[in-house]
């Protein structure tokens, strides 16, 4: 697509579609994480995130839905916070880095049950 600029010229827009290594689309699913962090005590959990498939002019979901297993879940309260933000998101990702392992993290933050 091609959007004629004010001045003189144009944006091209290029639209695809999302697909995994796997060859399987993500269009306006995404990708269903291997661990769950839920927000710690204090923290808002109906704030909406915004999503591709939230916007005007999103491309639809193709294909079938993927099944979901069971994903392991833990607070992010069990992470340590970092920087000055004090951000316990990004603790958790250090930890799982730090780790080496999905079951080494789970471990170490004290996985809480399967959902």
Same mark, same amino acid.
């Given at each position: 697509?091609?959007? +004629?600029?004010?001045?003189?010229?144009?944006?091209?827009?290029?639209? &695809?579609? @999302? @697909?995994? +290594?796997? #060859?399987?689309?993500?269009? &306006? %699913? #995404?990708? &269903?994480?291997?661990?769950?962090?839920? !927000? *710690?005590?204090?923290?808002?959990? &109906?704030?909406?995130? %915004? %999503?591709?498939?939230? $916007? !005007?002019?999103?491309?639809?979901?193709?294909?079938?839905? !993927?099944?979901?297993?069971?994903? +392991?879940?833990?607070?992010?309260?069990? =992470?340590?916070?970092?920087?000055?933000?004090?951000?316990?998101? $990004?603790? =958790? *990702? $250090?930890?799982?880095?730090?780790?080496?392992?999905?079951?080494?993290? $789970? *471990?170490?933050?004290?996985?809480?049950?399967?959902?």
């Amino acid at each position: 697509t091609i959007l +004629p600029l004010p001045l003189e010229g144009g944006l091209k827009m290029t639209t &695809a579609l @999302y @697909y995994a +290594p796997s #060859g399987k689309t993500i269009q &306006a %699913r #995404g990708v &269903a994480p291997d661990i769950i962090i839920n !927000p *710690a005590k204090g923290d808002d959990p &109906a704030t909406k995130r %915004r %999503r591709e498939q939230d $916007l !005007p002019g999103a491309m639809p979901a193709v294909g079938k839905e !993927p099944v979901h297993t069971a994903t +392991p879940q833990v607070s992010e309260s069990g =992470c340590p916070e970092v920087g000055e933000n004090k951000d316990r998101q $990004l603790g =958790c *990702a $250090l930890a799982f880095l730090h780790a080496g392992s999905a079951k080494k993290f $789970l *471990a170490v933050v004290k996985a809480q049950p399967r959902i």
